[in-house]
């Protein structure tokens, strides 16, 4: 009986750390939404971070925003270190289950970064690599259609059960499509960067056997499931 308490308050103790992987429009920011209802977890949404950052008045954040707006990827020690500051705030809290990074890293650069970075604070051993998979039609299909929500920044993917909204679900405010979401060209400058960028990436951890990849055209909560089934 002592042996099985124990084993349950180990693997209590154990956070999840959960890396979100795949191509725009995959479903990564409503799967990590969902995620955080069932598991207390702390949220990083590395383009969060540097939209935010960009609304600053100074030479780097006027220049992420002009890199953003044309589909590039932005400097990895630029992410690198607005990651540190989020890892080392958490690492520091009083209580930690864990957290979600969405959508990071994107360049074999940044999956440096990130494996150093997770050493660094003891997390290594707990890192589970998600990555959900979609076509790159599918991509364009979804960025093209999927809206936010202009007053509490919900985002909205693109299903057959969303499609008629036009009110945020959540706080009723209305329904836009985000600027980045806009420029076709620079929607499929996004998907070309990911397939020279991201696949490297992961095919890193593909040969480390520590990437899981999931079928991102299921109905949503298939998704959920799958993922769920590799975190239990």
């Not at 990071?104 to 890192?127: C, G, H, K, N």
Request: include cysteine.
């Amino acid at each position: 009986m002592m042996n099985s308490i124990l084993e349950y308050q180990q693997c209590m103790s154990k956070p999840h750390i959960i890396i979100l992987l795949g191509n725009s429009g995959a479903g990564k920011g409503t799967q990590a939404e969902l995620l955080l209802q069932t598991y207390s977890l702390e949220y990083i949404g590395s383009g969060n971070l540097l939209r935010t950052f960009s609304q600053s008045d100074h030479f780097s954040a006027r220049k992420i925003k002009q890199i953003m707006g044309a589909g590039r990827f932005v400097p990895s020690f630029l992410i690198g270190s607005l990651w540190t500051q989020i890892f080392e705030h958490i690492k520091n809290a009083e209580s930690f289950a864990g957290f979600i990074l969405d959508g990071s890293p994107r360049r074999m650069e940044e999956a440096e970064v990130l494996d150093e970075a997770l050493a660094w604070y003891e997390w290594e051993q707990y890192a589970r690599f998600i990555y959900l998979h979609i076509s790159d039609e599918e991509a364009l299909r979804r960025i093209t259609h999927r809206k936010v929500c202009s007053a509490c920044g919900h985002t909205i993917p693109y299903t057959a059960d969303t499609a008629h909204l036009e009110r945020c679900p959540q706080c009723g405010g209305a329904l836009v499509v985000r600027a980045d979401d806009k420029d076709i060209h620079a929607i499929q400058s996004r998907i070309a960067m990911f397939k020279k960028e991201v696949e490297p990436v992961l095919e890193r951890y593909r040969s480390k056997n520590v990437l899981i990849t999931v079928n991102g055209e299921q109905p949503i909560a298939h998704v959920l499931r799958d993922i769920e089934q590799q975190l239990a």
